[in-house]
């Protein structure tokens, strides 16, 4: 398994479940992904050398956990050699990689979504405003960590976040940006496994952006989640998969770069019913962790049985129907700038509290747990619906001693509201 967050450590404590596994490595893992697998040193980014410690420990299956080295073309060249992966291509994680080749695609697909304009320069950016209502949303083309998206709610606020993208604010990323129609409605996350043609959901969620109390301060790479969501109904899933997630497959598949492994929509539920506003190519980051939780099937399989093609008989997976919501503990400073170093104690009380607690950007130094990353634990919690699950949740977050450490205190709240008939 390659990663090393709080989305790798999920996938790893679900995998080691799986009967069929016999023995798991990740790179570069985490010291919580440590208790499931054996840590080894690769560098992703030289696929040959991947390559070759897959062939030298006989490795059946690789599973892309992050969306940069499938951006890079891990996933194609382990499949030039032969060796089974759950990712897409390097094409066909385009689809994350750059916003404005999903936009236009949905364009020629017919996908619900936003009204866009793609822009090369910051002249054709701040021109294109004009044919917009504020707000208006503006994104970097390319991978920013969750961040590369501005909601302007003035047009100064979408001029300056032109400038800086195009200025280098986001690097590499913000060499081309997507101008957006701003969409009113409420946000969920809809998952489905395919194997370039066949499609199988895999769950609904609902995440939290910002970084503060109330969905305030800037956009983070999520601050906690909670799965399913509700508010997609059985009736707007269907629509999702008949609408959003099959068109997409088959469009890929037609113009010769098929989609295997996961693929994420994040959704804007509008007036007018669904409408995508991004894809992510790989499970969301905390989005996964409540996946898993939920998951009562052999993972394991089912990732074999996509990347092997062989998803045509394959049901829908089993998840528990409780509801299962992480809340994000992040380092001071973050989204910003993150302070490292900050000591991390009482784990194991916290968990006693009936949690699960995912590593994200934590390292062990001179034997003690510290931070080392912006988001840093995921404490995790099943409950019979989002209230009860919240409550477990924020009892372990209160146990845990976690030097710098914040979170938000209100993850759950539109779901929470609903069971209160508010």
């Not at 969905?215 to 629509?239: C, F």
Request: aromatic share 6%; glycine share 12%.
């Amino acid at each position: 398994m390659i990663g090393s967050g709080g989305r790798e450590h999920a996938l790893a404590w679900k995998l080691a479940q799986s009967p069929s596994l016999e023995k798991l490595y990740a790179t570069p893992g985490n010291p919580g992904i440590a208790q499931h697998a054996e840590l080894v040193e690769l560098d992703v980014t030289d696929h040959a050398a991947v390559i070759l410690f897959c062939g030298e420990r006989d490795i059946d299956l690789v599973v892309v956990g992050p969306e940069a080295p499938l951006v890079d073309g891990l996933a194609e060249s382990l499949r030039i050699a032969e060796i089974f992966v759950f990712g897409p291509d390097k094409a066909a994680a385009q689809l994350e990689g750059s916003k404005g080749f999903t936009k236009d695609l949905c364009a020629r697909a017919d996908i619900p979504t936003a009204g866009y304009v793609r822009a090369t320069s910051a002249a054709d950016a701040l021109a294109a405003l004009d044919g917009f209502a504020i707000p208006v949303v503006i994104k970097a083309d390319g991978l920013a960590a969750g961040k590369g998206v501005i909601i302007a709610e003035t047009r100064d606020e979408a001029e300056a976040a032109i400038t800086d993208m195009f200025d280098g604010s986001f690097g590499e990323a913000g060499a081309a940006v997507v101008v957006e129609e701003f969409l009113t409605g409420e946000e969920a996350s809809f998952f489905a496994i395919t194997d370039g043609v066949n499609v199988v959901p895999f769950g609904t969620a609902q995440d939290h952006k910002r970084v503060g109390d109330g969905d305030i301060g800037p956009n983070t790479g999520g601050m906690g989640a909670y799965s399913p969501a509700p508010v997609l109904t059985e009736e707007l899933q269907q629509r999702v998969m008949d609408e959003i997630i099959k068109p997409t497959v088959a469009a890929m598949a037609a113009d010769g770069m098929p989609y295997s492994g996961v693929l994420f929509a994040g959704l804007m539920l509008t007036e007018t019913g669904p409408q995508l506003i991004e894809y992510n190519a790989r499970f969301g980051d905390p989005e996964c962790q409540v996946l898993m939780m939920r998951l009562e099937d052999d993972l394991a399989k089912l990732m074999m049985r996509t990347a092997r093609g062989d998803l045509a008989q394959t049901s829908a997976p089993a998840f528990s129907a409780e509801t299962a919501l992480t809340v994000v503990m992040a380092a001071k400073g973050y989204p910003a700038t993150p302070e490292k170093g900050g000591k991390i104690q009482n784990l194991g009380r916290a968990e006693r509290e009936g949690a699960k607690i995912f590593h994200a950007g934590t390292a062990e130094v001179d034997g003690a747990l510290v931070a080392n990353g912006g988001r840093v634990l995921n404490v995790t919690a099943l409950g019979a619906n989002a209230t009860e699950a919240q409550a477990k949740a924020y009892a372990a977050v209160d146990q845990i001693d976690f030097e710098g450490g914040f979170c938000r205190r209100d993850i759950g709240w539109r779901e929470v509201a609903r069971e209160a008939g508010e």
